[in-house]
């Protein structure tokens, strides 16, 4: 059985995108507790106080980005372990070798297409919530 106490961080500057993906997460069968940060400091800050099982974290923000975000939870004793997921709409093989090198947990190219965020959101149940140990 799985625990209904699932919760997730979206950090996104676009507000488009986290529409699509609450609206892809909303046909999940077990209840997901969602919270968005529109930048990297309202990302740290939400971590803080709302404690999730994992972030999809945007790469392209301004301000302080989602390496530096990336940086910070992996510099911190205390989140170090937090599973993380970048959620980028670059391909650059750089892109996707830095945020490996820096420990990122997956990374994840954004969809073009609703069916894509839906098929995203299930693969995101499927294995961090149903598979993988948190």
């Not at 625990?3 to 995108?17: A, F, M, S, T, Y």
């Not at 069968?29 to 971590?47: C, F, K, N």
């Not at 970048?86 to 954004?110: G, L, P, Q, W």
Request: include cysteine; proline fraction near 6%; glycine fraction near 4%.
């Amino acid at each position: 059985m799985r625990d209904p106490g699932r919760k997730l961080l979206i950090v996104d500057d676009d507000p488009n995108e986290v529409l699509f993906l609450r609206n892809a997460f909303a046909a999940a069968p077990v209840p997901l507790e969602i919270r968005h940060a529109d930048s990297g400091e309202a990302a740290l800050a939400e971590i803080t106080r709302f404690n999730p099982d994992l972030v999809l974290l945007d790469l392209n923000m301004p301000g302080m980005d989602g390496h530096d975000v990336l940086l910070q939870i992996r510099s911190d004793e205390v989140t170090r372990g937090l599973p993380t997921l970048i959620f980028s709409s670059s391909e650059s093989s750089t892109d996707i070798r830095r945020c490996y090198r820096d420990h990122a947990n997956a990374y994840v190219v954004k969809p073009r297409s609703s069916d894509g965020y839906r098929a995203l959101a299930e693969s995101i149940e499927r294995f961090w919530y149903d598979s993988a140990r948190l």
